[in-house]
């Protein structure tokens, strides 16, 4: 059974900074790309960045280049995002996702994957 955890989130301040992870079981983590999303109350589902089963490719959503950064640890089977420079508007759960790497990173980027996570919850005030 495939699991995603996220862990993480939390409340913070405007300028503030978090570092989002995701744990994942019951698939061969290093033969999928990697994504996260997010959901404000009221809106829809947003893709946030992807990563390739190597880690060698990364892909962000405008709304986030230049503050929040994809990496993955394969040997730990995890995956992050590091929130910097976090605003108001940043404020949603935040979802990991799993597609297997023959899928590509614009199958993540269009909304879609194979395995959900639950989300946690990040709040940032201001």
Not at 22 to 34: E, I, N, P
Not at 72 to 81: E, G, M, P, Q, S
Request: charged share 15%; aromatic share 12%.
């Amino acid at each position: 059974q495939v699991q995603l955890a996220e862990s993480g989130g939390g409340l913070v301040q405007a300028g503030g900074s978090l570092r989002l992870s995701c744990a994942a079981s019951g698939l061969t983590f290093s033969s999928y790309a990697m994504g996260w999303f997010r959901q404000a109350p009221g809106k829809e589902r947003e893709f946030v960045a992807s990563i390739s089963w190597t880690g060698g490719s990364t892909f962000l959503a405008d709304s986030v280049k230049g503050r929040f950064t994809i990496s993955r640890d394969n040997a730990k089977n995890t995956v992050y995002l590091q929130m910097n420079s976090l605003k108001p508007d940043d404020t949603a759960v935040y979802v990991c996702a799993a597609a297997p790497s023959f899928r590509g990173l614009g199958y993540l980027s269009s909304g879609y994957a194979d395995y959900w996570g639950q989300g946690t919850q990040v709040t940032v005030s201001s």
